[in-house]
T-cell receptor, first 110, second 116 residues
Framework: QQQVKQSPQSLIVQKGGISIINCAYE??????FPWYQQFPGKGPALLIA?????SEKKEGRFTISFNKSAKQFSLHIMDSQPGDSATYFC?????????FGAGTTVTVRA | DSGVTQTPKHLITATGQRVTLRCSPR?????VYWYQQSLDQGLQFLIQYYNGEERAKGNILERFSAQQFPDLHSELNLSSLELGDSALYFCASSVGGGGGFTDTQYFGPGTRLTVL
C-alpha cells in the first residue's frame, strides 16, 4: 500500500525548462517531507526537505511547495539542466520511518 | 560519496539460499536503516537500528533479519530466498535515532541481489 502517491512516472523537459513533480499523502501524522535524487547505480541523496508548517522552501533551482490542507506537495526544478536527469523520489516521514513515492524519472534534453 | 559503504555490490544466488548484506554507516552515525528497492514496489523501508537496538520496523519479511553490532556496522540476513527477493537493497545512516527534519538519512550505493 503506497502511502505516498507520486506523479508523473516520467517526464521529459527541454534544457532551461521547468520540471514539476507532484506528491500526495493521506497520513496526517507525517511531519517531514524530503525529496531525494537518485542517479543510475547510486543510492538516493537528499535534495531538499520541508516541514508541514512551511508552505514553500527554495534551495537554488529547486523549490518545494507544500499544501497542508490538500495533503499535497510538489517539487519544481527551475532552469532544468542535463545534469538534473535522474529519478526523483518524494517521501513523507514520522516515527523514524520514511515512506517513499514510486519515483519520477526526469530527462532533460539539451 | 555519502560515506555509507555497502558490500557486496552485486550478489547472485539461487532460490532457497541465504545471504548476508553488510553496511558500514558514516562515521559518527548511530542509526542504520535498511530499504528494499524493486521495480514493482519502489523503495520500501525494512528496519532501523539505533545504537545496537531495533528502533523501527517496516515491511520486513520474517525470512529477513538484521542486526547492528557494537562497532555500529549492520548486517541484513535474507534466507530461503525467492525469485521475488531480487532487488536493490540500500542501507542508510543518520546521526540520531529520531529521523525527521534534523536527522537526514544518507544512503549507501546499494547491493544488487539477483536470485535465480
Amino acid at each position: 500500500q503506497q502511502q505516498v502517491k507520486q506523479s508523473p512516472q516520467s517526464l521529459i523537459v527541454q534544457k532551461g525548462g521547468i520540471s514539476i513533480i507532484n506528491c500526495a499523502y493521506e497520513n496526517t501524522a507525517f511531519d517531514y517531507f524530503p525529496w531525494y535524487q537518485q542517479f543510475p547505480g547510486k543510492g538516493p541523496a537528499l535534495l531538499i526537505a520541508i516541514r508541514p508548517d512551511v508552505s514553500e522552501k527554495k534551495e537554488g533551482r529547486f523549490t518545494i511547495s507544500f499544501n497542508k490542507s490538500a495533503k499535497q506537495f510538489s517539487l519544481h526544478i527551475m532552469d532544468s539542466q542535463p545534469g538534473d536527469s535522474a529519478t526523483y523520489f518524494c517521501a513523507a516521514g514520522n516515527d523514524y520511518k520514511l515512506s517513499f513515492g514510486a519515483g519520477t524519472t526526469v530527462t532533460v534534453r539539451a | 560519496d555519502s560515506g555509507v559503504t555497502q558490500t557486496p555490490k552485486h550478489l547472485i544466488t539461487a532460490t532457497g539460499q541465504r545471504v548476508t548484506l553488510r553496511c558500514s554507516p558514516r562515521s559518527g552515525d548511530l542509526s542504520v536503516y535498511w530499504y528494499q528497492q524493486s521495480l514493482d514496489q519502489g523503495l520500501q523501508f525494512l528496519i532501523q537500528y539505533y545504537n545496537g537496538e531495533e528502533r523501527a520496523k517496516g515491511n520486513i519479511l520474517e525470512r529477513f533479519s538484521a542486526q547492528q553490532f557494537p562497532d555500529l556496522h549492520s548486517e541484513l540476513n535474507l534466507s530461503s530466498l525467492e525469485l521475488g527477493d531480487s532487488a536493490l537493497y540500500f542501507c542508510a545512516s543518520s546521526v540520531g535515532g529520531g529521523g525527521g527534519f534534523t536527522d537526514t538519512q544518507y544512503f549507501g550505493p546499494g547491493t544488487r541481489l539477483t536470485v535465480l
